[in-house]
Every structure is written in C-alpha cells, then in structure tokens.
C-alpha cells in the first residue's frame, strides 16, 4: 500500500505509494498548504457552485482562513469525523488545531472510502485525497504506484501543476497532433498517471532505462494496471516525442519490443551449469569423458555466440545419445570408435537411426539430430571415415521457389501513372505542416510509400533492401539531382563492394526533395542496426523509408498493406474502364476473398483499414513479384545481363534466367522473331551489344579480373590504350593512364561508350564530356566507328560554329569573345581524337589482324556537301549506336523536314516530325536517296557517298 523511503527514486516500480520519510510526520503543515492551493487555483477558478461561495470568494491567499469557515466547508477540508484529518481543541482556554490521522490512515481512506455526505451534499473523499496526493506528488514529496490508481475517473486539471514541467505542455501538443478522434482523451489521462508516477520533469530527466522499465513493469502487471495498453503506447510516443527532441539515447518502440522478447526467449531456454546431471557418474565409468566433453561443447558453443534456443536443441540431441548408448550399448566397456561404428553401422539391428525411429521422432527432428551428433562427435574426436560414409541420409526434395508472375508492361506503366498522379492515401498518422511540401503535389497523403514503391517498380531490388535504404549512405547526389543509388545486401555473401546502381530514371529525381524533407521532418533520427556482418558493412543506418510514430524502416506487414492498396485502386480503374468500353477484356488483379462485390470509389476503399485489406483482399502479385517483373522487363527490353546483375544485386546468372525471368507464351514468341530478324541482318545496334559483351562478359570470362596485370594484359591483347594528356590546361604535369585506373577496378564499374571505357572515375579539370583530350579515357581499334563519328561529330560542329562567327564578324567588329573561346576548344578535341585515330592506325597496320585499311582516304575529313547531308549521316549514326544527337543538326533537319512535307502538302507528316525525332531523320533519308523503307547503314553511307 505505502513505503516511506529515505529518496524517491525517478521511476516507481513498486505496487505502493513511495513517501518520503522527511514528511511522515508533517502532514498539517502539508495538509494547509493543500488545502491553500485548492481553494485558489481550483475552487475559486471553477464553476461550481462552491466557487460562488462568499467565504470562497474572499479567501486571503495563503491566509489559513479556511479554519474559520462555516462547518460545512470546514468538512470539506478535513475539519470532519469522517477525514478526520484536522481537529480543533480547546485546552486551558486556547484553541489548537492537531493532526487526527496518518499517512496509513490516508492511504487507506484512498482505497476503500465511499462517497461522503455533509449537509445535504455528497461529495468522494477519493477525490479530495486524490486531489492532496497530486500536490504532495507536484511538491516531489511522494509518487504514486501504477497498479489501483486509476486517476483517469477524478475529474482534474493536471495541467494547471504538471504545465510547470518543461515537457509537460509540449508532449501534449504533440500528442494533439499525432492523434486522431476521441483516443486523444484517453491518451492524455494516460500521460497524466504516468507524470504522477515518476520524477520525469523535463527531457534530460528521462532516460532510455527508466522508459524501458516502465514498460517492462506494464507488461508483467498488465492485469492490475489501468488501461495497461494505452499507457505503452503513450510511452512509445514519449520514445518519439524525446528523439525529435534530440534525446538521440532513447531506444525507439521496435528495439525495446525486440529486448523484451530476448529477454523471455533467454529465461524460457535457460541452460543448467549440468544439462545432463541425470547422468550421475563417476570417473571410472564408460561414459564420463563423453559427458564431460559434452558439457565442454555446449559451453563452446555459447562461446561461440550460439542462441540459447539452438543450444537446446544441441542438449537435447546429446542426451538421446547417451540414453541410447545406455539402452543399446551395456555391454561395451567404452565407448571408442569401435562404438561409433556401430552407432551408425546398417547391419547393426539396434542402430542409433532405428533408436530415433522408435522414439517416434518426426523425419525432419530424426536428421536434425543425427547432423547434431556427427558434429558432436567430430569435436570429441571419434568420428570414424566408416560412420561417416553410413551417416543416412535424408532425400531431399528439389527446392522449390514460390511462384510469382510479372506484371505486363502497360501495368507497370498505368502503376507508375498512379503512384504520382493520384497516390492511394496510407493510413499513417502525419503532420503535412511540418515540413515543406512544395515539391509534392498531393499534400494530404504522406509521401514515403508511394515513392518507396516508384522506386521498386523501377529498380527490381530486394523489398528488404528497399526498405532498409539509408538516407545518409545510399543516395549519392549531384547538380542535377540523384547521381546513383547504393544498396545495402544483406544475402549476396560473394559480394566484396556494394551494390551501385546509376541513376538513369528522370521520375526518380523526386527523391533529392524528398530526402530533404526527411531531414526537416526527422531532424533526429535513432540509429537502427541492420544486419552487421561481412556483407552488410552497415550497422547503423538513418531510414530513408519510415514511419512517424516508430522513426523505424517501413516494415514488411506496412509495405505489403500499400501495395494490395495500389492494386485495388489499380482494380477499380479497370472495373470502371471496361464499364465505359475502354477496355475489351476484364481485369482481375485484386478481388475479396469471400468474391463478395468488389471497392466501387477510391473513397470506400480509403474506409478499409489496413487489417481488412490483409486478412480479406487477395491480390495477384506481391512484393516479390515487382522484383521478378522488373527483371523480366528489362531482360525483354534488351538489357544486357551483366546489367541486370548490376541492377538485382546477383552475383550470377542462374537466378535471373532460370528463377526470375517470366515471359508469356506470346511474349516468347515475340522475342524469338526479334532474334530472329536481328540475326538475319547486320543491324548496326549490334556496335553497341558488342562492346558491352566484351567488357562484361569477355574480358571476366577469360582474365582475372582481380589480377591488375591480368587486366593490363586485356587491354594489350586487345589493343586497347590512353593517350598521355595534361592534368589541366594550366600546367604541363602529366596525369595517370586509364589504362592503370582502370586495371584496379572490376569491368562491371567501368562505363562503356561507343568510343572508348571511362574507368569510372572524375574528369579532369577542363576534360568535362571532352573525352579525346582525357589520359582516363581507354580506346583501341574495337572502337573505331565510334571514334569516327564522334570526331565527325566535332569537326561538323567546328564548322557550323566557325561559319557563325565569320558571319558575326562580318557585321560588326565586336563579335562574341565566347565563339572564339568555344572554337579553340573544339579545335583542341578535334585534334585529340585524330590524334587517336592515328595510333589506331598504326596499331592495325603493326597488328597481324587482316584489318582493311584504306591508303587513301583519311578517316577525318572535311567535305563540301550540303549541312542537311553532314547533319543527317551523323544523327543516323548517333541513333543506331544509341548516343546523343546533336541538337543543333536535329533542329535543321526538322525544318528541313517540314518544308519538304509542306511543299507536299503532307501535314499529318509535319505533325508526325514535330513530335518524333527518329520520324525526322527516316523521312530526310527517304527525300535524299528516294528509297520508302528503312535501310541498314552501310547502304545509306554507299547511296549518300555516290551522291556526293
């Protein structure tokens, strides 16, 4: 019931009242001091009918002048039989006021009194006493127990003392603004006991261990602790509330749930000093050194950080041997290799597999402890090559993987339309003022899950990848926005590097905004401990993907519930397509188990909660399976599958083309007539697959790519090299070779190009996109028609340029400095690349490859042909190798183009060139070689050269 105690401590785990010893005997002095501040700042600022009182209303703060109030509010403070906290008493012709009561006296009128009637009116001395005990409570003198106490019944208002604590007021806010409907009123009856059973007056006070014990104590007395469930949540909050605050020692809600449950797995698994002291046994006996070394090799095993729950299992299995040695095995006079022989021995009618058998074990236990066994026996030293080769084994079923099917194309496209046009609303509880949202347009809808699920609908990583993105570690960021991703892999135990991925998708530059709306919204974020090992360097990560009121990753349970919800809104888009004959055929992605009637409006799906959608939704894809789609995409998208490596985080190619890859019938089909028709002609697209195949898959399948000399041989065997350049314009000091950079690192980090490999490092200075003039950049005879149409590229450019600033000078004397600056650049990267393409030259002249080489035409070369032909011959080329088009020649040839369709009258084709760069460059072929169907390359260069 009560303890007094020498010094209370900040968090009372106890069942009783905890005074302090100091004021066991000053109750009358404690007792006015109340009754002072209830009159003041409770009676007379009510609106009851005592506050209208005469006597009330001309009380004299701290006057004492309630001893001489008329009899009936004399009761009310205690001047009564049945408080009986205060007496007058006349003695020898003076009036005295004693102490009628104790502080025992008071708890138990607390506990067990009734409602109290003075004149006509009733009042609860509870509550009076409730009201005594805040006081004392507010003046540090006592704290209350959690068990018995519900102060959620006394009609109170705690904060007009509480309000003087620091975090009184600011908790509360914060509580308004995290919660929602009437729990709030539950929610702050519960801080209200909580402050009344701990010193906690401002953020300092409170550490993580008080929380975690106060936590633990609810748990173990949840059944005699009021409202048990909303006091926990109230504390996670406070967990919340202080780490926003910049308390980052607080253990978020996730971690002391998990210490909890570790606690009880250790006391349930608890293993004695002797788990096999039923085997009482002296020195002498056959079996001693076997229960000695059995002892040793549980303690090695936690030692060795083996769960206790595992070494159970160890335990277990060890004594159904030496109960069967036991049984089976009396007449031995010690157990030896001999013995073991014939533990395992198939001959042997009392086996130790036929022991198990008996046992009625189930198959999977049976195995289990015979692998248990063997492992045990190896430590002892008494495992023989004969028990080993009849150790029975199990027959395996071939694994098999759960089935999971890819999304169509034009899903994933409708999907993404979605996800940032019209997002399904989360049911997470948010503040959207918090931090600023003018990057996202749809300001009711909390941010995280659709831009977690863009994300992985466009990178077929791993969902618990995703989820655990780290805002500090995996996004790297440039001028432009998101420059590459880093994943964090916590299943590839090959992988030496993390897994980087380029960031080439426009839609996902969001993510530079929205990391720095994370950061205004989680100004301080707990560090949360990811896997820590070999191949999970990262131990401590800052979530990218979170949720408010956990500060923790999105988990696995809240990452399923939006996906099901954006396939249901998927699904009610179709139903209504097909309603409207948009669409020819029904849908059928998302249904309700019981095949009642399906979500008709967005609105009545937002009433589903998050339970009902997963325990009455079935839906036909699941996180997985955005995995699998984005592999078979891209696989059928042509991606080379060193790529896809990049991109999955796999470390071979088995996964991708046995497991993962999920075409259609019909899309097979398709794919084999592509092969098809790309087999019967020489595409010039080929350049590109080729380059590619070489650097990803030839030189890692015939060098050793972790050998740096092994690599240098690659590049000379395949006549690959770097120019030796300045490191900058302003001084004549030579920089290191591609060649040697790029021997320390894998292939699959270099960055192929048409002309050459960048090894994946920074430009120089003044080298930015100037790549003839870098000594980084690795070229060679392999790159020759990339070489020659990125040198056309410049000379073209040289010489629209220099026709410009002739003009210009042409008019006035005061032409433009920057043209003149711009020409001598280009001039300089023109040389550099003939400068290239002369080595290369000399390198197929010197080489033994039967390589034409032409004697008399030049590589480079400036011709006098019409600007639309020059412009037109290397847009061509620019399309097929898959580079970037000169906008500049793009822009000519398209009012080329629409002049020559105007002169036609042809305006459905001038509308078709307005909007489609490629339908430009065919129809200009079309006009210049007269031909209506699309030609390879080499036959448009012939037509065009004759031309000339």
Request: with cysteine; hydrophobic share 35%; glycine share 4%.
């Amino acid at each position: 019931m009560y303890q007094f105690v020498e010094k209370l401590p900040t968090v009372n785990l106890t069942n009783d009242f905890l005074i302090l010893k100091d004021i066991e005997n000053s109750i009358k002095n404690d007792w006015f001091e109340f009754c002072n501040h209830f009159i003041c700042q409770e009676i007379k600022k009510g609106d009851s009918s005592l506050s209208k009182n005469k006597e009330i209303q001309n009380y004299i703060p701290n006057s004492n002048g309630f001893i001489s109030f008329s009899p009936m509010l004399r009761n009310l403070f205690g001047f009564d039989k049945q408080l009986q906290i205060l007496e007058f008493e006349f003695n020898s012709g003076i009036y005295s006021i004693i102490t009628k009561t104790s502080y025992k006296n008071l708890i138990d009128k607390y506990y067990n009194s009734k409602n109290i009637r003075i004149d006509n009116k009733t009042f609860t001395a509870k509550s009076i006493l409730t009201r005594f005990f805040i006081f004392q409570k507010f003046k540090n003198r006592l704290i209350f127990p959690l068990t018995g106490s519900n102060l959620g019944k006394v009609k109170y208002d705690f904060s007009s003392i509480f309000g003087e604590y620091s975090i009184y007021n600011p908790f509360i806010n914060y509580l308004q603004n995290h919660s929602t409907g009437e729990y709030i009123k539950y929610e702050i009856k519960a801080i209200n006991m909580i402050m009344c059973c701990t010193k906690w007056e401002n953020n300092n006070a409170i550490t993580s261990e008080n929380i975690n014990q106060f936590q633990t104590f609810c748990v173990a007395n949840k059944q005699n602790i009021p409202s048990a469930n909303v006091k926990n949540s109230m504390l996670n909050k406070l967990r919340s509330f202080l780490i926003e605050n910049g308390n980052m020692n607080i253990d978020t809600p996730t971690n002391f749930i998990n210490s909890i449950r570790v606690n009880t797995q250790t006391n349930t698994y608890a293993i004695k000093n002797d788990p096999f002291e039923w085997l009482s046994i002296d020195e002498p006996h056959k079996l001693f050194d076997l229960k000695t070394d059995a002892n040793l090799y549980l303690k090695r095993l936690h030692a060795d950080g083996m769960k206790t729950a595992t070494r159970k299992k160890y335990m277990v299995s060890i004594n159904h041997l030496l109960r069967y040695i036991i049984k089976e095995q009396e007449a031995l006079e010690k157990f030896n290799e001999d013995s073991v022989n014939k533990l395992f021995d198939t001959n042997n009618g009392k086996n130790f597999f036929l022991y198990l058998q008996i046992m009625q074990l189930t198959e999977g236990t049976i195995f289990e402890t015979i692998n248990i066994i063997k492992k045990f026996l190896e430590f002892c030293g008494l495992m023989t090559s004969f028990a080993k080769k009849h150790i029975p084994k199990r027959r395996m079923n071939r694994r098999t993987i759960t089935p999971r099917n890819a999304m169509p194309q034009n899903m994933v496209n409708d999907l993404k339309e979605i996800l940032t046009q019209r997002p399904p609303k989360p049911s997470t509880v948010w503040l959207p003022n918090k931090a600023s949202l003018f990057w996202w347009e749809h300001k009711e809808i909390y941010p995280v899950q659709p831009l977690m699920l863009l994300m992985h609908l466009n990178i077929p990583i791993r969902g618990g990848q995703l989820r655990h993105l780290c805002r500090n570690k995996s996004l790297v960021l440039n001028d432009s926005g998101i420059d590459r991703f880093i994943i964090n892999t916590d299943k590839n135990v090959n992988r030496k590097e993390l897994q980087e991925i380029p960031n080439v998708w426009n839609e996902l530059n969001i993510l530079n905004d929205y990391l720095k709306w994370n950061k205004e919204y989680f100004p301080n974020l707990p560090k949360y401990k990811y896997n820590n090992e070999d191949n999970t360097p990262w131990e401590d990560i800052e979530p990218l993907f979170l949720i408010p009121n956990s500060l923790q990753p999105i988990t696995a349970y809240q990452h399923r519930v939006y996906l099901t919800k954006l396939l249901c809104t998927y699904q009610i888009e179709m139903d209504k397509a097909y309603a409207e004959n948009i669409i020819k055929h029904k849908v059928k992605i998302a249904w309700k188990k019981d095949e009642s009637k399906f979500f008709e409006t967005i609105d009545e799906l937002n009433q589903a909660n998050d339970t009902y959608l997963m325990n009455e939704i079935k839906v036909s894809y699941d996180i997985h399976s955005i995995r699998v789609t984005g592999i078979t995409r891209y696989l059928q998208a042509g991606v080379n599958l060193n790529v896809l490596l990049m991109l999955t985080g796999h470390v071979d190619y088995n996964m991708i083309v046995n497991v993962y890859t999920k075409f259609t019938q019909e899309e097979k089909k398709e794919i084999l007539q592509s092969a098809v028709e790309k087999l019967r002609f020489d595409q010039p697209e080929s350049i590109v697959n080729n380059i590619e195949n070489f650097i990803f898959n030839e030189i890692p399948s015939n060098y050793n790519t972790k050998d740096p000399k092994d690599i240098k041989r690659a590049f000379t065997e395949n006549g690959l090299f770097s120019m030796k350049r300045k490191a900058t314009t302003l001084n004549d000091i030579e920089i290191g070779l591609g060649t040697d950079l790029a021997s320390l690192k894998h292939p699959s980090s270099w960055f192929p190009m048409i002309s050459g490999i960048c090894p994946g490092v920074q430009c120089p200075e003044g080298r930015e996109r100037r790549c003839s003039l870098c000594s980084y950049f690795v070229t060679g005879k392999i790159f020759l028609n990339g070489i020659i149409h990125m040198a056309n590229m410049t000379m073209a450019s040289f010489v629209r340029l220099s026709k410009e600033h002739t003009k210009e000078k042409e008019v006035s004397n005061r032409y433009c400095d920057t043209k003149s600056t711009k020409l001598e650049l280009l001039v300089e990267e023109l040389i550099g690349w003939h400068q290239i393409i002369e080595k290369v030259e000399n390198d197929i002249k010197n080489s033994k490859d039967n390589l034409p080489v032409q004697q008399n035409k030049k590589y480079i070369e400036y011709k006098d042909t019409p600007i639309e032909l020059t412009y037109l011959e290397n847009c061509y080329n620019a399309k097929l190798m898959g580079v970037e088009q000169d906008a500049y020649g793009l822009k000519l040839l398209t009012i080329k183009a629409i002049k020559f369709a105007s002169s036609l009258k042809d305006n459905d084709k001038i509308e078709q060139i307005i909007n489609n760069e490629i339908e430009t460059v065919d129809y200009l072929m079309g006009y210049y070689l007269d031909y209506k169907s699309k030609n390879l390359l080499s036959t448009f260069i012939h037509q065009l050269e004759s031309k000339i």
